[in-house]
């Protein structure tokens, strides 16, 4: 099993999830988070005096998935964030070990 | 003399109007422009700062200011309101509400002040600092300008406060922040506005409080008091648009809190003159407070390097002293005012003594502020200390947090 | 005439209410019901309209409206408020007082257009719209009905604003949603209110400010601002009922959100007829309102497919135009109401009249609405660009973001 | 008798001051002490229970309360206001704005119960409570002190509402409290307030509404309004200080919760007596009004381990009736007060006609409350499932959440 | 060492805690998030018009952990948990390389 | 390629930022959390009742690199947010498989 992390402009959530149901993820976890990169951040002006907001907002989409669908997933992904500007974000897979599913007690791919 | 009922009503009405300003307007106004971990600590500024002097303003302070006493302070003949009754009148006015309405001013100007000091002052210094400059600064100006002392003897034009209370917290403020120190990372690394919303709804707050604050300065339900809003009303507005204007042209992006900023700027600029000018007085007043207002405050950031944190000087004080001088240039009848001071006469006399209204306000607002700082950073300190501004106040001083989820 | 004093404190008191109203109530209610990457967004809308209305009401708003002139429109004889003294007399008030009271409603009218057109419009499309449209539609339209315009001779009813302020704003919101388009993904993928507990004190403000909106009306202290008071609340009261009756029954659970969406058509109903009807036919006008702005609501959305975003067409233009038909009815005599006006004097003349209104506010305000959006179009554009959409207004228009951590 | 102009612009305006308190006021100061999942619940809370008891005092309450009837109760000729005209005059005062400012007072109270049921009850509950509580505790013992009844006969000193408002909903609280349970987790286990600001926020505009509160039941624009704002602030402000002072020396810390809580029971306390003493007999209350209250808290919540959440008994109940005890004290003349009523006398006198109304008000109050209670439990229920208190009662009793990224 | 991640329901978090302290867990970090899985997220209405809101609001807690602690750990965090209900959750174990604590230099176990 | 998971005290978060770009750290992903270790959360106190908040405010900053960045990265992270106060922190270091630019579609290294 895989956790794919994915960090993409907020309005891209939606497009995301969408494109993941389509290549069968059933569950994900998302979070508000802010991110820096090639997109540098920005400054705020704020009564003539400049702020350097080095985070952009963004958000975090974490899903666990098997082994055989990381290329589908990641592609999914790809293709729902990428609006072919700086900022859109990036993917990265992490290896996991176990699932568990609290309800159940059911570990593995069953868990997913 | 009778009391006036309609004086009374409305006087009563300014009243709330004015607290309201303070609490929760002003609270919210600065507590957006702080960050999330220091919110709270600023509202409680306010709340304490309320607390504090409405209690002095009872024991010695509306004594100090509005009894008879000599031309530089009152006398303690009307401490803790002994001799007042619910029959006492002043002017058209029951004492008690006469009373309560300059309360109100008393508290709000200490309380401006806390936009110099905020994120990194201790608690006990904000107590002490307020009773102290309340007694020392704000009752003998007071006295001076509206409780028949020697400004009001000379005829110094000064309606709802631009002496009193913008020049007197400005200058304060400015003292206090220097000696206090800058904020960590002040000026190139400091922090955003952690919620422009909150400040949104204190200006909003501010602008419909400041009817009660200029309006109720004319101590009367009448035409007096309804050319005090029009003026103010039109000052904020024309103030508004200009600050965004300036930041359009010169970043690109008119923003919310610069034009609520503005439409602070303009309502101080307004009321030492908000009872003397024309509508379109009015409209002068804002542009120019505007103007001036928003260069004044790039310049004690980046030039002079004080950490004013959220711009009393600039915002208050000199638009209190902006509006204190053009009161004397748009108050003449060929200009749609309302004339002069007998004792002044002309517009270039009234000038001398504005100035002099001015100078004297601004030099003993920074004598005694300096001395008051000093004497509080002696017993109770000034600073809080680095851990207390690195987790931030709310949960240091206060043993709270902004949210908890 | 002779200025009275009681009715200028509370005229005074009830302007602040009304400008209270929009800063920062609707500015609340409004930014509640968007997304939180557009909140500042729509509050700026707020603050600048009020600014930019309030200096354009002193040039030539005002005069517009209430000056003599002709049937149509008034003429620039009061631009400027030039000849205007702290003594000039309007009825028993201060003309200062009724400048300003007046000029709070020409603040609101356009503001509430604002709920049509959020999330994706560009700033400078809302500053072009809102001053045309206040010339153009509010200003005319105040003039035939209450500044001795044709349809006041009429006798048309319209105590505080059914058509002056509700039916207009309904319809430019009706025309600027059209032209506009939709935001992305309506009707079917957008967003929940991203905080309807600001929507909930901005409703409260809204409701207190009411007060001074309908029962300043009345321009007197009297029994007829009680009155009109009474049963602006008493609509308000139950229109929440119905509105969260009418959630529970057919979506099983009574939301906030719509209790106070329901006080909000319940204060809209009854504006115009405020001055003429009972306590009884407050409740009617609430309940009717209630129900009649539900539904509206999701007729315009649903079967229209029209995204005025905040719904102000389906909730103050319908229950202003409702509440505008309904005073012909309730403000019979037999019904508890106060009576027809002279020149109409019968229930059926009234309605007649009223309709006549009702059709000729809607047209003008639906022709000129839509020729205002199209030369906004054309000149500075209407709608923010894609990216901008995305990304929010806050931080692409105004450089701000609501929440910095 | 004449209606007094002044009177009706001073009361209308006070109305709205007391509307102002319960939307957005109290709903903020409740809705920043839950937990964030409950926090529209509560507001939700306020907003029905102000909708449903507005159509209920038109329907019976006004009457039951202020019409003859007997010395227990009112009749029923004034339901509905049916023979109430613009006309009609109370006192100095419209019918309606009488009408209207009472039923400020009649909202409120049931509205003050919120605090003693958050974060586990059904909303069904709620209504059916606020409703017959209102009708069955409330107009009686608005009657009795304020309507001719039997304790208005017998003298007790009562002037905007120890009795008729804090101690009838602090009793009440405590009935509710008791019967529903305790919030999971109590005492030990319960969760810190969501957001403090939301509650500075709400005792600010509770402060401000008191002074229509309390100024406005003088129904007068006079000396006696003017001097009951003095002492209301005053007990406001001592008790601030007080309280945050008892925490400073207590636990290390002034908390910003800690001193408005200290305001808001300040407030509480001075308002029986409000009518009576003189500026230092404020500050006595506030003094004393917040070291019972403050311990009172710790004594409910810690010894009698009841989950009156929000300690309205302790801060209103208990505040309440100190002052009306403190009133027969502090109102001799001896000691700056207002003298006693003709029927009692002396301060011994007096002493016991208040031990009457408070003995009298409590039991009624805690017989009925709990009996109303029993009715509600056995009928539509009165805790919300484990489920919907778990997942919080927004989501589950409403649809609704607080934030929505 | 492992990373234990799980998510659960916001009101699961307190007893969570405690459990895991029970087992000797001495450190953790938890986040507000939104999920989705079988629990689809739900619908609300506003003024009539239903909005599908896809997630629900959940906790997620990061725990770090030594190799011998995960059953317990696993265990521990089900036992909380679990309430039989659509929603209560996951949890998934991934590998760790190692820690370090930023205030004195340890690592590994010694810095958990 | 490794996720650098650290957890610092909200205010050390602008001086590890500016650390983690002076060693060539591109990217960087925060979020607002609440922790739990040897720092053990704290009493508050509301109207005299005691309130246990056993969860600090606490920043996670999450960073990809690559394997021959570690060493350094912990360093800086440690330079930077090392008060040598309880509650300072720590950092996890967590083997990562794979990552992948969602503009571009470079993976590997080319990819942070
Ligand atoms: N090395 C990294 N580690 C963790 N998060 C990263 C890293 N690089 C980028 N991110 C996240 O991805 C977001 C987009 O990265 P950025 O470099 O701005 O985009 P792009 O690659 O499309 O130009 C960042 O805001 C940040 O949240
Ligand atoms: N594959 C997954 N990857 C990441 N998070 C997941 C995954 N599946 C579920 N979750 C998280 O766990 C939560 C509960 O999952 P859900 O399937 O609704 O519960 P249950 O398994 O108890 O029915 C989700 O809301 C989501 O936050
Ligand atoms: N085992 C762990 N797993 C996950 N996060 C942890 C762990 N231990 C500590 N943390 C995080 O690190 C923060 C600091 O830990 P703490 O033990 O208080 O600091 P220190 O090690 O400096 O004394 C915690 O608040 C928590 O967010």
Chains 1, 5, 6 share one sequence.
């Not at chain 2, 919303?197 to 200006?203: H, P, S």
């Not at chain 2, 204190?324 to 004339?339: M, R, W």
Request: charged residues 10%.
């Amino acid at each position: 099993m895989k956790l794919i992390m994915a960090m993409v402009k907020p309005f891209a959530l939606e497009p995301v999830r969408l494109a993941l149901s389509a290549v069968g993820v059933e569950g994900m976890t998302v979070s508000e988070v802010r991110g820096y990169g090639r997109q540098k951040g920005h400054t705020e002006v704020y009564r003539g005096a400049e702020y350097v907001v080095a985070f952009m907002p963004k958000v975090k989409i974490e899903t666990v998935i098997s082994d055989d669908q990381v290329d589908a997933v990641v592609e999914a992904i790809r293709g729902a964030a990428n609006h072919g500007k700086i900022g859109d974000g990036k993917v990265f897979v992490i290896p996991v070990e176990q699932a568990v599913r609290i309800r159940t007690g059911e570990t593995g791919a069953a868990a997913l | 003399m009778q009391v006036d009922g309609a004086a009374t009503a409305w006087i009563l009405t300014a009243t709330a109007l004015v607290l309201f300003m303070t609490l929760p307007g002003l609270a919210l106004f600065y507590a957006g422009l702080v960050r999330v971990k220091n919110a709270l600590s600023v509202m409680m500024h306010c709340v304490a700062i309320t607390c504090l002097i409405s209690v002095l303003w009872l024991a010695v302070g509306y004594s100090l200011s509005f009894s008879g006493g000599s031309s530089w302070i009152g006398d303690l003949s009307k401490a803790f309101l002994l001799t007042t009754t619910k029959d006492s009148v002043t002017g058209k006015l029951p004492e008690t509400v006469f009373f309560m309405f300059q309360m109100t001013f008393a508290i709000i100007t200490p309380a401006l002040i806390v936009g110099a000091y905020v994120e990194r002052i201790k608690f006990q210094a904000v107590l002490m600092f307020s009773a102290l400059w309340s007694l020392i600064v704000y009752a003998p100006v007071c006295h001076w300008v509206w409780g028949g002392g020697w400004l009001q003897q000379m005829g110094v034009m000064d309606f709802a406060g631009g002496l009193v209370v913008h020049a007197t917290a400005g200058v304060g403020s400015l003292a206090i922040a220097v000696l206090l120190g800058h904020r960590d990372g002040f000026p190139k690394d400091i922090k955003p506005p952690h919620n422009p919303g909150m400040t949104m709804i204190g200006a909003g707050m501010l602008w419909v409080g400041w009817y009660g604050f200029n309006g109720g300065s004319a101590l009367a339900a009448d035409g007096g008091a309804g050319m005090a809003i029009t003026v103010t009303h039109l000052s904020a507005a024309t103030a508004g648009l200009v600050w965004a204007g300036l930041e359009w042209v010169r970043f690109g992006k008119p923003s919310m809190i610069g034009m609520v900023t503005g439409v602070v700027g303009g309502l101080a600029t307004v009321t030492p003159a908000s009872g003397f000018v024309g509508p379109l007085g009015g409209v002068i007043l804002g542009a120019s407070g505007a103007v001036v207002c928003h260069f004044a405050v790039e310049f004690v950031r980046h030039r002079a390097k004080v950490d004013d944190s959220l711009d009393v000087f600039a915002v208050h004080g000199v638009g209190g002293v902006l509006g204190t001088l053009l009161a004397a240039v748009l108050a003449s009848a060929a200009l749609g005012g309302g004339g002069y001071a007998a004792n002044a006469g002309s517009m270039g006399a009234q000038l001398v003594v504005q100035l002099a209204g001015i100078g004297a306000t601004m030099l003993w607002s920074a004598v005694a502020s300096v001395a008051i700082v000093l004497v509080v950073k002696a017993t109770v300190g000034l600073r809080a200390p680095p851990e207390h501004v690195d987790d931030g106040l709310d949960l240091t001083q206060h043993g709270e947090r902004a949210f908890t989820p």
